[in-house]
């Protein structure tokens, strides 16, 4: 089992910047596929952005392409969201996530390890 601890998140004006964090320890040995999912009030869960540790490619929501950067650290065991640009209808509750793999990189359902969930809210 994979636990994530995640970090960062807060309240930022639009137009503004955050990064958030997720620390992976434990049985890390065959993730491959990190991602971050999020989740707004009254919809469902939906992907954001998801990497391949080993390749380093990542995949965006067509939602996010051009404003968030999704990062892994394999040094660190960290995944790292930096989202720019952010606008009100990023507010959400951000979740990453860890797997073995998955062909649809931004559905939950490839995914087996989850952190608790950070605000993320865009308001002026």
């Known amino acids: 089992q994979v636990q994530l601890t995640t970090s960062g998140g807060g309240s930022v004006q639009p137009g503004g910047s955050l990064s958030l964090s997720c620390a992976a320890s434990g049985h890390t040995f065959g993730t491959v596929l990190m991602g971050w999912f999020r989740q707004a009030p009254g919809k469902e869960r939906e992907g954001v952005a998801a990497?391949?540790?080993?390749?380093?490619?990542?995949y965006y929501a067509d939602s996010v392409m051009g404003r968030f950067t999704i990062a892994y650290d394999n040094a660190k065991n960290t995944l790292y969201l930096h989202m720019y640009n952010l606008k009100p209808e990023d507010t959400a509750v951000y979740f990453c996530?860890?797997?073995?793999?998955?062909?649809?990189?931004?559905?939950?359902?490839?995914?087996?390890?989850w952190g608790q969930g950070t605000q993320v809210t865009v308001s002026s």
């Open positions: 990497i391949y540790t080993n390749y380093q490619s990542p």
């Open positions: 996530a860890a797997g073995p793999g998955a062909d649809k990189v931004l559905s939950p359902d490839g995914y087996t390890s």
